[in-house]
């Protein structure tokens, strides 16, 4: 598969915890966004960090890239029931910077 | 600004029928494509344009056609639908090429062939 790997699939934390979802992929790349997408709804940009960037931080979300495990991971902290969604990464390869490869998203349940 | 919009929301073919989904932008985006989303996965790319008149095969393509002939507007045709096209079908666009920028995405095309 093209497709990065996520894990874990689905995550169920309580409220005012931290979650860490992982992505792993196979190819070099250029660069890796993060996007989350609500029930039944488009997906939403939150992070892109270059390929020289080893972690970027946008309010309670915290990304790391480590090239050399060729992984990343979303850290969001604090968490709140309506970060309550799905998470994906989306790779951009070294041989094409056209197209982006999504992964198969992590399920994140978030109680109240 | 709407963003990027697409109709319809829903849509119920017979096998080989023919429909177009329609996406479109107003935020002068050059970069726009079309992505399918099955059950418990991810996106993965039909086909994309980077500019008005050029369009390219993603990592799907096969049963779909596209044609870019304005910048607002990037159309996906289904010519004989089948039921392994069931699918949610999004659009995005993006100021710059598709790794290098945020991407914008509609709220999704959920279709149903039977």
């Known amino acids: 598969s093209q497709q990065g790997e996520e894990d874990p699939q689905a995550l169920s934390i309580q409220e005012g915890e931290n979650a860490t979802m992982n992505c792993s992929y196979k190819?070099?790349?250029?660069?890796l966004q993060w996007y989350r997408q609500n029930s039944g709804r488009g997906l939403v940009h939150l992070i892109l960090?270059?390929?020289?960037?080893r972690e970027k931080h946008s309010g309670r979300l915290r990304v790391t890239l480590d090239t050399s495990k060729k992984s990343s991971s979303l850290l969001i902290t604090a968490s709140r029931a309506a970060d309550t969604a799905s998470y994906f990464c989306?790779?951009?390869?070294?041989?094409?910077?056209?197209?982006?490869?999504f992964g198969s998203g992590t399920r994140l349940l978030v109680r109240p | 600004n709407a963003g990027v919009t697409q109709t319809p929301k829903f849509q119920v073919l017979k096998t080989g029928q023919s429909m177009t989904l329609q996406c479109a932008q107003d935020?002068?985006?050059?970069?726009m494509s079309w992505y399918r989303q099955d059950p418990g996965m991810g996106l993965r790319l039909i086909h994309y344009?980077?500019?008005?008149?050029?369009?390219d095969q993603g990592e799907v393509p096969n049963g779909y056609n596209v044609s870019r002939s304005t910048t607002e507007d990037f159309p996906l045709r289904l010519l004989s639908a089948a039921p392994s096209q069931t699918s949610v079908y999004f659009c995005?666009?993006?100021?710059?090429?598709?790794?290098?920028?945020?991407?914008?995405f509609g709220p999704g095309t959920r279709l149903t062939v039977l």
């Open positions: 995005a666009s993006s100021y710059g090429l598709a790794g290098g920028t945020e991407q914008f």
């Open positions: 190819t070099s790349i250029n660069n």
């Open positions: 960090i270059r390929s020289n960037e």
């Open positions: 989306a790779q951009i390869r070294m041989d094409s910077s056209y197209k982006l490869i």
């Open positions: 935020m002068n985006h050059e970069y």
């Open positions: 344009s980077v500019g008005a008149g050029i369009t």
